[in-house]
Structure formats: C-alpha cells, structure tokens
C-alpha cells in the first residue's frame, strides 16, 4: 500500500491515469507538498486563489513565474486527486 506521499509521486511518474509534467514532489521542498514546477508555490495554493475567483491573469501577476498551463494542470492534479481519497464530508441537516 502506498502513503500520500508514494502515491503523489507514482502519479506524477505516470504511474497513474495522468502523467503531470508541471507538478513536483520534493519531500526536502514545502514538506513535500505538491508544488508547481519546483518553485515553491504549492498546487493548493493555486488553487485556492482559482476558487477565491481570481483569474489566470490576477493569479500571473500574484506570482509572476506562473503560466497559464500551471495553473490548468494544478487544477487537474486537485481534480483527480480528490476522486482518489474518501473525503469527509457532513450532510446537511
């Protein structure tokens, strides 16, 4: 059985239904969080700026070595990533 940190990693080698080429595992690099090409700017990051509703363009300019393409494969990684786990989730009452 694989930890989070194996898994992350097996599906960014292509280990998994997607290759990532943009997303980086470091466990030496943010406590091995999943950041975007090794630059210190965490896949959770950006997309929580995208759900804040920022655009590609007010996120750019947030962080300026960002690309477009960053910012599309951070939200496929967060997309998958979340169809991989069992969340806790609380039904409304």
């Not at 080698?13 to 950041?35: F, H, L, S």
């Not at 363009?57 to 393409?69: G, M, R, S």
């Amino acid at each position: 059985m694989l930890n989070g940190v194996s898994l992350i990693r097996d599906r960014i080698a292509g280990g998994g239904a997607m290759k990532y080429q943009r997303i980086t595992v470091n466990p030496n690099q943010m406590g091995g969080m999943p950041c975007i090409r090794s630059l210190r700017i965490p896949v959770a990051t950006v997309v929580g700026m995208v759900a804040d509703g920022m655009t590609n363009h007010e996120i750019i300019e947030a962080y300026p070595d960002l690309e477009e393409k960053d910012i599309q494969e951070a939200l496929r990684f967060a997309a998958e990533a979340v169809t991989e786990r069992e969340l806790p989730l609380v039904m409304a009452s």
